[in-house]
């Protein structure tokens, strides 16, 4: 019962932590623009993070080699697009 608990309050503390958003809605258009950057680049981090330190240390596991290569050549790919299309 106590695990229970545990994890249905740490569902409720990841759950509330997803409104943070709301802080922004009243915040100037020059404000947000100025932070948009950091906050955009904050969020792709935590992606990538997560990433590299769960996800693709498994998948190298299973898949090897060319696994490592599809990830490399994702990140190029994404990396140009960016440049050319923004």
Do not use: C, W
Request: glycine fraction near 10%.
């Amino acid at each position: 019962m106590a695990n229970l608990l545990i994890i249905l309050a740490a569902v409720s503390i990841v759950s509330l932590l997803s409104f943070t958003g709301i802080l922004f809605i009243g915040l100037k258009k020059a404000f947000l623009n100025r932070i948009l950057t950091a906050l955009i680049g904050f969020a792709s981090g935590s992606l990538i993070g997560s990433a590299f330190f769960h996800l693709i240390p498994e998948a190298l596991e299973d898949g090897g080699q060319t696994t490592f290569y599809f990830v490399i050549t994702g990140i190029m790919f994404f990396f140009i697009m960016e440049k050319f299309l923004y």
